[in-house]
């Protein structure tokens, strides 16, 4: 006898007598999905460029995408924010960036409504409303979609995945992380990875196998019920991780440079259709220096660099190969809507040069190639954080000009897949209409016949921005319904309209045609110069590498893109305009507790993320812990800070107290007792005080004296010639040991304390120990 069900909201129609035998039972509706309704997958890559899938003129074997876009569809006119954090906001919401607070990453949140980076609840996420119609909602990977300072254990969690429509996850919460040693989190809590490194572990490997099982978890329990799932690897972002294998299948292939890559790629691209047979490369960027001109150590670097990139993104596609044939194995390809698409361009955080350290990048302090060359043989596997140089950036975008960050082509414009067998007649054919990711949620509910809900969980929600493109499918010819399309990125503007495109750079249209450096803010005065001298003009929709600058010949047009680029920056929430880097990153947020100068951890609780970790860079502090050691020696970390791509570390090691400051991976400075710390219960201390002013510029965090007190007695002290100036990524604070990657060689992770372990406070007041006794003692010593 069927079940009698009623909807939410609806009366109840059953019958309610004195007893129950005299009454109809009916329940509340089970939301369901429409019999036969597609799984959705989104495959989501991280800082890869136009010209980086196979299918896309590559030289880098990407066979699983390639057969995506063979059995499906191949778009070339598809467009992101440039900048990762803003264009997973478009994808989730189906709303412009600032809609969603997005302005920048989250890390560079300020206080305005377009930029504090709390998405609306009134922009609902594609999973909330997939939801209410009887799917299962899974988000694997990458999210950073929340104000950094939410990330710690303290939450609040309304705005981690689950508070967002997700019923399960497992990836990392923030931009990045490192792939052999994650930051993962499952769920709400902190989990560590399944395996190390040299058990064969690789976090792309991981998230391929947990999204299987999510998948495997439900279908056990209801076959016929739809999934729709998030696939956000951390690849290509850096580090640029991959087993050396993966790298070593690319010797020879990239030898020739960065130039013959992008001849031979744009080539490919006509070949294959996603270029036009008129289109023009564009230049030869000004900040990539000609491939001939390189040393050859510099060439050596460069090429084992982008071999391992090729590697990592080759590696990242077998994984997602293997997720499609189990898709496969239990006979949901074929009904399953997939779309890839990545979050911006090629990325330039690796410097002119590459970088064996991308924090090196954040915090202005790039090692030379004498430094760099050294690693060479070790460039993908754990103890480096590398990322390549700017001329496989730019080539890694061709045909289009600059990169990630920029709102020029290069970085707003990026590869799309589509693949739906069972929805989509046609097979491996090119796309030419218009398209953003604000358009990725309309077409998605265009397909499945779902109408953006009023509501959701009692919030009114507001209009989606975006316009389905789900009428492309089957018609190759159909028009373009996405007309205008602003752009804003740390300054940089620009604006789409029906085939013409106006940009304007920010501080230039390179780093060194550019009168002002990167970062320098943009006022009003600065402004209205812009507004009247600096707007490019192309016209895209025959010139598709904006490679002519129209803007004397048509003045106004380019008048009229101006007007409507400020119009559409009133009705989205772009102003006001904040080119600001590095101030951004550091100004004071809302924190979930009152500032304070004083942290008291624990051993066995979660690492704290940076964004709510004490602030103890340029500035003095002490680390002082509270311990019991028994009489046979204990011996483990106290309190640290970071990785082996820099961060701190306060231990016990063959007895004796140290304290290592790991500068960006580049040295370690260390202070350590000379004799063993006795048994018994022991307050042990360490103290930093600057000798001098921090150079962020030059990428310097202040010089100091480093000293170590047993029972406030000093035991120990050293000079730090310079420390970490800016940030420490990875940078969780962690007490009783050092998960992941280890901040020195000194030890293995996790290096748990052995000892009791009471409390460790960090305490950022200023107010340090003074022994002069033990001072003057330790000064003559050194004599």
């Known amino acids: 006898m069927p079940v009698n069900e009623y909807k939410s909201g609806s009366a109840f129609p059953g019958v309610i007598g004195r007893t129950a035998d005299v009454s109809s039972p009916a329940w509340p509706e089970q939301p369901r999905a429409v019999p036969g309704a597609p799984n959705i997958l989104m495959i989501i890559f991280d800082d890869t460029g136009y010209g980086q899938f196979g299918c896309y003129g590559s030289p880098i074997r990407t066979p699983h995408l390639d057969s995506l876009a063979a059995g499906g569809l191949l778009y070339n006119n598809m467009h992101t924010t440039a900048l990762c954090s803003p264009s997973r906001s478009c994808i989730m919401t189906g709303r412009n960036h600032h809609s969603n607070a997005m302005a920048a990453i989250t890390e560079m949140a300020t206080g305005f409504p377009g930029y504090n980076g709390n998405i609306p609840f009134e922009n609902g996420f594609i999973s909330e409303i997939l939801l209410q119609h009887g799917y299962n909602t899974y988000m694997i990977g990458k999210w950073h979609l929340m104000p950094s300072e939410q990330g710690s254990p303290a939450g609040p969690y309304n705005r981690w995945p689950l508070g967002r429509g997700f019923e399960r996850f497992y990836g990392f919460l923030g931009g990045d992380t490192d792939q052999y040693y994650p930051e993962l989190v499952s769920d709400n809590h902190q989990v560590d990875p399944p395996a190390t490194p040299e058990e064969g572990y690789h976090l792309t490997q991981d998230l391929a196998e947990r999204a299987m099982t999510f998948i495997s978890d439900a279908k056990q329990a209801a076959p016929d019920k739809p999934f729709y799932l998030n696939f956000s690897t951390g690849a290509t972002h850096a580090p640029h991780h991959v ?115 991308e924090a090196q990048f954040f915090n202005n302090a790039a090692e030379p190639i004498e430094e760099s060359i050294r690693a060479i043989d070790e460039l ?3 103890d480096h954080f590398n990322h390549y140089p700017w001329g496989w950036t730019w080539a890694g975008n061709t045909p289009f000009r600059r990169w990630k960050r920029e709102t020029y082509r290069g970085g707003a414009s990026d590869p799309f897949l589509v693949h739906w067998p069972a929805g989509i007649q046609a097979r491996g054919e090119v796309r030419t209409q218009y398209a953003h990711l604000v358009d990725m949620t309309p077409t998605i509910l265009d397909a499945l016949g779902i109408e953006p809900p009023a509501t959701i969980n009692g919030v009114a929600q507001s209009p989606m921005h975006g316009v389905s493109f789900a009428h492309t499918f089957d018609d190759p010819n159909a028009p373009t319904r996405h007309h205008t399309q602003y752009f804003e990125m740390l300054g940089h503007r620009a604006i789409d309209h029906d085939g013409w495109r106006a940009v304007c750079p920010w501080p230039g249209q390179s780093f060194s045609e550019a009168e002002q450096p990167f970062g320098t803010p943009i006022t009003a005065d600065t402004l209205s110069q812009l507004d009247a001298h600096a707007w490019e003009l192309y016209h895209v929709a025959e010139d598709f590498a904006e490679t002519r600058d129209l803007s004397a010949e048509h003045p106004d047009k380019l008048t009229e893109l101006v007007t409507l680029w400020y119009s559409e920056a009133g009705k989205y929430g772009v102003l006001p305009i904040d080119s600001s880097t590095l101030a951004r990153m550091v100004v004071e947020r809302p924190q979930i507790s009152k500032e304070r100068t004083s942290y008291t951890f624990r051993p066995g609780t979660q690492s704290l993320p940076s964004s709510v970790a004490p602030r103890i860079l340029n500035r003095p502090h002490s680390v002082t812990a509270d311990v019991d050691l028994p009489d046979e020696g204990a011996e483990g970390v106290l309190m640290c800070q970071g990785s082996g791509a820099g961060g701190w570390s306060f231990y016990i090691k063959d007895g004796r107290l140290a304290y290592v400051h790991n500068y960006l991976s580049r040295a370690l400075h260390t202070v350590s007792t000379p004799d063993t710390v006795p048994a018994g219960r022991h307050e042990l201390r360490f103290e930093f005080q600057p000798t001098g002013e921090p150079d962020l510029v030059h990428g310097k965090g202040t010089p100091g004296v480093a000293q170590l007190y047993i029972d406030r007695r000093l035991v120990a002290e050293a000079e730090f010639p310079v420390t970490t100036p800016i940030m420490f990524n990875p940078g969780d604070m962690t007490c009783g040991a050092n998960p992941g990657h280890p901040v020195t060689a000194e030890y293995h992770s996790p290096f748990r304390f052995t000892g009791t372990l009471h409390t460790v406070t960090i305490d950022m007041s200023g107010d340090l120990i003074t022994d002069p006794e033990s001072e003057m003692r330790m000064h003559l010593a050194r004599q």
Do not use: C
């Not at 390189?294 to 293997?322: C, K, N, W």
């Open 243 to 357: 087993p050396r294998e993966w790298a070593d299948r690319y010797q020879g292939v990239f030898d020739d440079g960065w130039d013959a890559y992008r001849e031979k790629t744009f080539a490919n691209q006509k070949r294959l259709g996603v270029a036009p047979p008129d289109a023009v490369l564009s230049r030869h960027d000004p900040d990539v220096p000609e491939w001939d001109s390189l040393t050859p150590d510099a060439r050596r670097l460069a090429i084992r660099m982008m071999e391992v990139y090729a590697g990592f993104l080759s590696h990242t596609d077998h994984q997602v190969g293997r997720l499609l044939d189990y898709l496969r194995e239990i006979g949901e390809f074929d009904n399953t809507l997939i779309m890839v698409v990545s979050d911006n361009g090629a990325s330039a955080e690796g410097g002119v040069t590459g970088t064996t350290n």
């Open 380 to 382: 993908g596997g754990p």
